[in-house]
């Protein structure tokens, strides 16, 4: 299998989050920002970060170029519920839990001291139970370089980190399966409209 890297047209960011009456919040410099309307200015705090070098890197950042493009990351079938009251006519079900996968491979470093992109995405990951809110940027051709602005369209998923798994093949770059645990909270395609 040829490992390669996530498309530059893809980003992925994590970012801090802490769970405040049911809800996920973005954890940000000056507070704390609800995940069901995210801000360009949370999202770009942490989109700018690519090493634990950084004042905040030690709580989340841009991880785009570590990720290996066999990312599983996406909605799943939902469960539902099929509870009928004796006014209801045939059978219906209805959703009640959207389910998603939270699954990424990253590549490690040589060196595992450096303060590069690599050991970042590592050391972001490498504790169990550690909340994030992923932010997905797939759609509209932009860069994973580029900041994010008003009008781009961004997946967010609410997952805690797990124990990562190493990766080694015979003749292959190692990497760490970090396999997220999906924490029931998952906003898809929501248009940033808040600076």
Same mark, same amino acid.
């Given at each position: 299998?040829?490992?390669?890297? #996530?498309? !530059?047209?893809?980003?992925?960011?994590?970012?801090?989050?802490?769970? +405040?009456?049911?809800?996920?919040?973005?954890?940000?410099?000056?507070?704390?920002?609800?995940?069901? #309307?995210?801000?360009?200015?949370?999202?770009?705090?942490?989109?700018?970060?690519?090493?634990?070098?950084?004042?905040?890197?030690?709580? !989340?950042?841009? @991880?785009?170029?570590?990720?290996?493009?066999?990312?599983? +990351?996406?909605?799943?079938?939902?469960?539902?519920?099929?509870?009928?009251?004796?006014?209801?006519? !045939?059978?219906?079900?209805?959703?009640?839990? $959207?389910?998603?996968?939270?699954?990424?491979?990253?590549?490690?470093?040589?060196?595992?001291?450096?303060?590069?992109? $690599?050991?970042?995405?590592?050391?972001?990951?490498?504790?169990?139970? #550690?909340? %994030?809110?992923?932010?997905?940027?797939?759609? !509209?051709?932009?860069?994973?370089? /580029?900041? *994010?602005?008003?009008?781009? /369209?961004?997946?967010? %998923? %609410?997952?805690?980190?797990?124990?990562?798994?190493?990766? $080694?093949?015979?003749?292959? *770059?190692?990497?760490?399966?970090?396999? *997220? @645990?999906?924490?029931?909270?998952?906003?898809?395609?929501?248009?940033?409209?808040?600076?």
């Amino acid at each position: 299998m040829v490992a390669k890297l #996530v498309p !530059g047209w893809e980003t992925i960011v994590l970012l801090p989050a802490v769970e +405040l009456l049911g809800e996920p919040h973005i954890i940000t410099s000056t507070g704390f920002v609800p995940a069901s #309307v995210p801000t360009v200015t949370a999202l770009n705090e942490y989109h700018g970060i690519t090493s634990s070098t950084h004042a905040r890197g030690h709580a !989340g950042g841009n @991880i785009s170029c570590a990720v290996l493009d066999d990312l599983n +990351l996406g909605l799943s079938g939902s469960d539902t519920d099929n509870t009928k009251t004796v006014c209801s006519k !045939g059978n219906s079900e209805e959703p009640t839990f $959207f389910n998603f996968d939270a699954e990424l491979n990253i590549l490690r470093d040589e060196d595992l001291v450096a303060t590069g992109l $690599f050991n970042f995405a590592r050391d972001l990951t490498r504790a169990p139970d #550690v909340p %994030y809110l992923i932010a997905h940027r797939v759609r !509209g051709g932009k860069d994973s370089t /580029e900041a *994010f602005a008003l009008d781009d /369209e961004v997946d967010y %998923y %609410y997952v805690h980190t797990d124990n990562p798994v190493p990766i $080694f093949g015979d003749g292959e *770059f190692q990497a760490l399966s970090l396999g *997220f @645990i999906p924490k029931g909270w998952v906003n898809i395609g929501h248009t940033l409209n808040a600076a």
